[in-house]
């Protein structure tokens, strides 16, 4: 049973340029979630979503990022227009629901360079 | 404004050496997750504690949850080089599986 998965794991992007990260979430699980971790810090939580639905985006920036779970296929965080700024590293998360107490998996990242 | 405080935020010890990890926050959590990283990898969960009061082991890890649900500890007995890595915790609310971290306890435990 694979674990959550990541693509990919390290991305370089020219400012302005735009980039795509994709999450595929653990077998049947229908919850997935984003965050942000600057080095030596924990985790941010950017946005929480189930199939074809935005749950949660109350750790999205206002501009330049979305984030899309369709029906088929992966979740994807787009950022548009990069910037320095948005070097990090970004996680995915999913669980089988949103419970108290449920456990959420992680992928391994995917580490996003802007230069 | 951190919502969780660990601490301490840096761990340097000898092999062997006990130590404790402590998460506190002015909020009620119905959960508590530990987590560990290591360089270029995700965080693996450790352990998830719901009940106020609760303790849990896992081989040399002894987790706690406050008994009014706002603060948890990590305990490592005999700590070892392979314990190395950063230590997170989370906090997790009813109705949603977002978590709120803590900025994390790097550990370093030298041979």
């Known amino acids: 049973n694979a674990g959550v998965m990541q693509n990919p794991r390290h991305l370089v992007r020219r400012r302005g340029q735009e980039a795509r990260l994709r999450c595929s979430p653990m077998?049947?699980?229908?919850?997935v979630y984003w965050y942000r971790q600057l080095p030596e810090e924990g985790l941010k939580f950017m946005v929480y979503?189930?199939?074809?639905?935005?749950?949660?985006e109350s750790g999205m920036p206002k501009e330049r990022f979305s984030a899309e779970f369709p029906k088929e296929g992966p979740s994807i965080l787009r950022i548009q227009q990069v910037v320095r700024g948005d070097s990090a590293a970004y996680f995915c998360?999913?669980?089988?629901?949103?419970?108290?107490?449920?456990?959420?998996?992680f992928g391994q990242g995917t580490r996003l360079t802007v230069v | 404004t951190q919502l969780l405080e660990q601490s301490p935020q840096f761990l340097s010890i000898q092999e062997g050496e006990n130590l404790t990890v402590y998460c506190n926050s002015s909020?009620?959590?119905?959960?508590l997750q530990w987590y560990r990283q290591e360089p270029g990898e995700g965080p693996v969960l450790l352990v998830t504690?719901?009940?106020?009061?609760e303790v849990k082991k896992l081989k040399r890890l002894t987790f706690q949850f406050g008994d009014a649900r706002k603060d948890s500890s990590l305990h490592i007995t005999a700590a070892q080089p392979g314990d190395t890595g950063l230590y997170l915790c989370a906090g997790g609310s009813s109705n949603t599986g977002k978590l709120i971290f803590g900025q994390g306890t790097t550990l370093q435990v030298k041979p």
């Open positions: 998360a999913s669980s089988q629901n949103d419970r108290a107490g449920t456990e959420a998996f």
């Open positions: 979503l189930q199939k074809e639905n935005i749950i949660d």
């Open positions: 909020r009620v959590f119905s959960s």
């Open positions: 077998k049947g699980h229908s919850h």
């Open positions: 504690v719901v009940t106020g009061g």
